[in-house]
């Protein structure tokens, strides 16, 4: 197989049904969720639910309060790091941009590439940070699952060989972008079955977390 | 009192999970910020004390119960909630404070480490 077509492959079955397994994954998880609904509360009510389960899925983008900031400092500000970094080179590299364009029928300005090239580095070296607190940090280690490192290494590829085959590195560039596609495939497959869901239940799980508080008159 | 026993244990953990338990754990990526914020994990400094690492029986019955996923692994046989029991019977899992709002949740994890059969 060459390297043209492997890479026609890969952008062209490959992606497609990792894509559909995605949506399919992540449909099933959310109903999963969605279905169980609430256990019946019989509190009398000190205030609406729905307006503080709304204000906290907005508020909670923002950084934690100052005790919050000074206990876990290492994890916020790499965390912030990186889901910036990821965010802009997920949604704001122009060739992104096309793919979704190509898709769904809209299409956003992106940045210049060398801006999201830095993001690269920021969200690498970020994620490089994380996992050296994950397995030297004590309590992290402790924690840690073999899902938490499958998590990492399948959102660290795409980065990793993105940013190769943006520079030209390592393999010629038809095989290092095929790679590139297929460890996005490989991070979509995974994705509905692991913690990666967070980025889409953090929604509901903030939601819940602002109504329940705000049902029971709590000052957020 | 009646006996404790690992049914009845499970059975309370059962009733106490719905949508935002299953959200929450969902969303779980193991950052270790609730363990910060624990006066038990602060004091002592054991990671054992750690407010989700408690909660991990009641995880798993979650997993295995209301998941499609872990409805699979239980079918597979790769559902690993009594051996937990055994890994975890010497825990920090007794040590919860009421005075916490997570105390109804974590209390009752806390009961089932200590009634499930080694």
């Known amino acids: 197989m060459s390297g043209a077509e492997f890479l026609l492959w890969m952008r062209g079955p490959g992606i497609s049904f990792a894509?559909?397994?995605?949506?399919?994954?992540?449909?099933?998880?959310?109903?999963?969720?969605?279905?169980l609904g609430r256990t019946?509360?019989?509190?009398?009510?000190?205030g609406s639910g729905s307006t503080a389960g709304m204000r906290t899925i907005a508020t909670r983008f923002l950084p934690a309060d100052a005790n919050t900031f000074r206990r876990s400092t290492p994890t916020i500000v790499l965390g912030y790091l990186f889901h910036i970094g990821l965010f802009v080179v997920i949604f704001l590299l122009t060739p992104h941009i096309k793919l979704f364009q190509s898709v769904f029928h809209i299409g956003w300005p992106g940045l210049p590439t060398p801006v999201?090239?830095?993001?690269?580095?920021?969200?690498?070296?970020?994620?490089?940070?994380?996992?050296?607190?994950?397995?030297?940090?004590?309590?992290?280690?402790?924690l840690s699952t073999g899902e938490d490192y499958l998590s990492w290494a399948v959102t660290f590829m795409p980065l990793l060989t993105g940013y190769l085959s943006y520079h030209h590195l390592l393999?010629?560039?038809s095989w290092m972008l095929g790679i590139h596609i297929l460890s996005v495939a490989l991070l979509l497959v995974i994705f509905p079955f692991t913690k990666l869901m967070h980025s889409f239940t953090l929604f509901i799980a903030r939601y819940y977390n602002g109504a329940i508080a705000g049902e029971k008159g709590v000052q957020q | 009192m009646t006996q404790p026993s690992l049914e009845k244990g499970v059975n309370i953990l059962r009733e106490q999970i719905d949508g935002p338990v299953a959200a929450f754990f969902s969303s779980c990526i193991h950052c270790g910020m609730c363990a910060e914020a624990c006066l038990f994990y602060t004091e002592t400094g054991e990671?054992?004390?750690t407010?989700?690492?408690?909660?991990?029986?009641?995880?798993?019955?979650?997993?295995?119960?209301?998941?499609?996923?872990?409805?699979?692994?239980?079918?597979?046989?790769?559902?690993?909630?009594?051996?937990?029991?055994?890994k975890n019977s010497n825990s920090g899992s007794l040590s919860f404070t009421t005075a916490a709002p997570c105390a109804g949740v974590a209390a009752w994890s806390a009961r089932l480490v200590t009634t499930l059969p080694t």
């Not at chain 1, 994954?25 to 959310?30: A, P």
């Not at chain 2, 909660?55 to 909630?81: H, S, V």
């Open chain 1, 116 to 142: 999201v090239d830095f993001f690269t580095v920021v969200a690498l070296v970020s994620m490089l940070g994380l996992l050296w607190r994950r397995v030297s940090n004590r309590l992290l280690r402790f």
């Open chain 1, 19 to 35: 894509a559909l397994f995605f949506i399919a994954g992540v449909v099933l998880r959310l109903i999963e969720i969605l279905m």
């Open chain 1, 40 to 46: 019946k509360n019989l509190a009398e009510l000190r």
């Open chain 2, 47 to 49: 990671p054992k004390y």
């Open chain 2, 51 to 86: 407010p989700i690492h408690k909660l991990e029986p009641m995880r798993r019955l979650w997993e295995r119960e209301f998941t499609f996923a872990g409805r699979i692994k239980k079918w597979l046989g790769l559902d690993w909630l009594r051996r937990l029991a055994t």
């Open chain 1, 171 to 173: 393999l010629p560039y």
